[in-house]
């Protein structure tokens, strides 16, 4: 996706060279025009061409504000042909908004031709079909010839003027690569809006949907000032301007863009409510102006600037909130602000020019196109980084999830093991031999057959049968071990009190237990979970801690079950923290695998509080 980013942006420079040597072989007549400013319809262009009207002409100087709002503009000019290159063929007045321009010839013989263009004026009616303001000049064989030009500006905006002459043949090349300029910016727009698009679908990501909106708004911007709107657009003239709903609309979209795209709700929520009002605002006020909707008491140059003002601040918002989420660690904000102030970048090129501060050329009338198409290819690095770094999270991610998994089942298998070696252990030290010892006293009782040995043989089998049953308590204990009964029969609380009260009755350790009341809606597989780590806290406590006292306690509500056990013994000694450490883990696992949290705290000679939660369901 980068390498086809990085081809557009090289067709764009290419194009634009193609541009720039076209242009070189344009005469620059701007500086033989004198301007000169009067009320609308004040005076007849007749008398202004003929010197009746009696303005006062003034040479241009730079900066210049040629278009007065609500006047007249005349721009006058006494050409030779010579100064046209004898076969000059085109007038053109390139890169502006002229709201409507008309230009007068007067020729030699003293006839009077009349033209008129610009985005006021219906492209259906230019002799020279551009999308610009150009006219054709007189033929050759009447010189001089004088100009002038009556420019009126429909909205209150800075007009920077240049006349170029060109020659048939080069206009016909600058016109097909004007056109190619904008065959590859429009289709590389379209590209990002398509690729945009179906990643928002893929992810599910409004970030991509505010994305295209606010790129397709920059084109239709750049369309509109272009002057490619009325060629194919409204070829028979438009209504209104629409330049103002476009920014509106491209200040709605970028701003929610950022605050969805940077998650600034959770970051800074006052941020996000004073932008999405600022957001709406501007969008509200561009519908307003489109509609040509009137509030009363509030002028139109008010809302105008009060749109331009908008448009800055959702800039300086755009930027602010980016660097803001760079410096906090987000690393694809990185292309955020670096994609503005491309596009901030290529606007100031583009208003220096129109208030007349930077004179023509080709490179700053495409300057702000050039700055969109940046910007719409640096925001969809944003996204695509957006898309890197969130796969190699998830990469991570499941790398320590695969990890902790073949961990807790190397974990799982050890104390599987360990559980076995103990149940064997148990069978062969336990009942095993106490069932051999059985075996040999009653293979000795039955070779006996002395009658006078009869008492003693009843006495004999009274101390065996006492000797079953100490067996028997040893395979009950261990199926206990096994599957804890109690808790099936007594409930949670109760088993665990037997339980507590069986390990510490019979040894000198002062012990005490505050077991509450458990919910009645717990799960009894977690019941089983706190069931057996007490169980094995207080295996531990006997085999390992010298303790003289122990506490107990286990609370609860409705949601979440807690338990405390603390012991003043000898602590974790470095030495058994290995024997010890299994059954840590063991425990440790059996809770974290239901949600809940473990945590051990222990000092040497002092002791060792072990604590830990459960949800209830």
């Given at each position: ?28 007549i701007s500086s033989q025009f004198q301007l000169a400013h009067s009320a609308q319809n ?576």
């Amino acid at each position: 996706m980068r390498t086809i980013f990085i081809s557009i942006v090289l067709m764009l420079l290419c194009s634009c060279t193609k541009i720039v040597d076209a242009g070189s072989s344009a005469v620059d007549i701007s500086s033989q025009f004198q301007l000169a400013h009067s009320a609308q319809n004040e005076h007849q262009p007749m008398d202004v061409l003929f010197g009746k009207a009696g303005l006062d002409f003034h040479p241009l100087d730079y900066p210049q504000d040629i278009a007065e709002f609500g006047k007249d503009s005349w721009l006058k000019a006494r050409l030779r042909r010579t100064d046209m290159k004898l076969e000059a063929g085109i007038l053109e007045l390139p890169g502006q908004l002229f709201g409507q321009v008309d230009i007068w010839f007067e020729l030699a013989d003293g006839e009077t031709l009349h033209d008129r263009a610009g985005t006021w004026y219906p492209y259906v009616e230019r002799k020279v079909k551009h999308a610009g303001v150009a006219f054709f000049l007189p033929p050759p064989g009447q010189e001089p010839v004088n100009v002038l030009i009556r420019m009126r500006s429909n909205k209150a905006m800075p007009v920077n003027f240049t006349a170029l002459l060109w020659t048939q043949e080069s206009w016909s090349d600058y016109v097909f690569n004007q056109r190619v300029w904008y065959g590859v910016f429009l289709g590389a727009i379209l590209i990002l809006v398509i690729n945009n698009i179906f990643l928002a679908f893929s992810f599910r990501d409004n970030s991509y949907f505010f994305y295209v909106g606010y790129i397709l708004c920059l084109a239709f911007i750049a369309i509109l000032v272009s002057g490619l709107a009325e060629e194919y657009l409204w070829p028979s003239g438009k209504l209104r301007s629409y330049i103002l709903l476009p920014s509106g609309l491209g200040i709605f979209f970028v701003v929610n863009f950022a605050n969805t795209f940077l998650n600034i709700k959770q970051l800074k929520p006052s941020w996000y409510w004073a932008s999405s009002m600022l957001s709406i605002t501007a969008l509200v006020f561009g519908v307003m102006i489109v509609t040509e909707f009137r509030v009363p008491l509030i002028p139109d140059f008010f809302i105008t600037n009060f749109m331009h003002i908008l448009t800055v601040l959702g800039g300086a918002y755009f930027i602010a909130a980016s660097l803001g989420s760079y410096m906090l660690g987000m690393k694809q904000a990185r292309f955020l602000a670096l994609s503005m102030l491309a596009l901030l970048g290529g606007m100031v090129i583009y208003f220096l020019y129109t208030h007349g501060v930077i004179k023509y050329n080709v490179y700053v009338v495409h300057a702000m196109e050039v700055g969109t198409l940046i910007e719409g290819v640096l925001l969809s690095l944003a996204l695509s980084d957006r898309i890197n770094l969130l796969s190699s999270e998830k990469e991570r991610v499941e790398r320590e999830a695969l990890a902790a998994h073949r961990t807790f089942s190397k974990r799982l298998i050890q104390a599987q093991e360990m559980d076995r070696e103990v149940f064997s252990n148990t069978m062969h030290d336990s009942i095993g031999h106490g069932m051999l010892v059985l075996k040999q006293n009653l293979d000795k009782l039955a070779s006996s057959d002395s009658p006078t040995q009869n008492t003693s043989r009843a006495d004999e089998l009274r101390r065996q049968a006492a000797y079953c049953g100490e067996i028997l308590d040893e395979v009950r204990r261990i199926s206990h071990d096994l599957h804890p009964h109690l808790l099936k029969r007594l409930g949670l609380k109760s088993a665990i009190e037997s339980t507590v009260e069986m390990a510490f009755s019979t040894q000198s350790i002062e012990w005490q237990a505050d077991i509450g009341d458990v919910p009645r809606g717990i799960n009894k597989e977690r019941e089983i979970v706190i069931y057996r780590v007490i169980q094995e806290c207080l295996n531990n406590i006997l085999k390992h801690a010298d303790a003289t006292e122990v506490i107990i306690a286990l609370s609860s509500d409705n949601k979440m079950i807690r338990v405390n056990i603390k012991d003043d013994g000898k602590g974790i000694d470095p030495g058994e923290a290995s024997e010890i450490g299994q059954g840590l883990y063991g425990m440790k696992d059996r809770v974290e695998l239901f949600g809940g949290w473990f945590s051990i705290e222990s000092r040497l000679d002092v002791g060792t509080h072990i604590s830990f939660g459960l949800a209830v369901t």
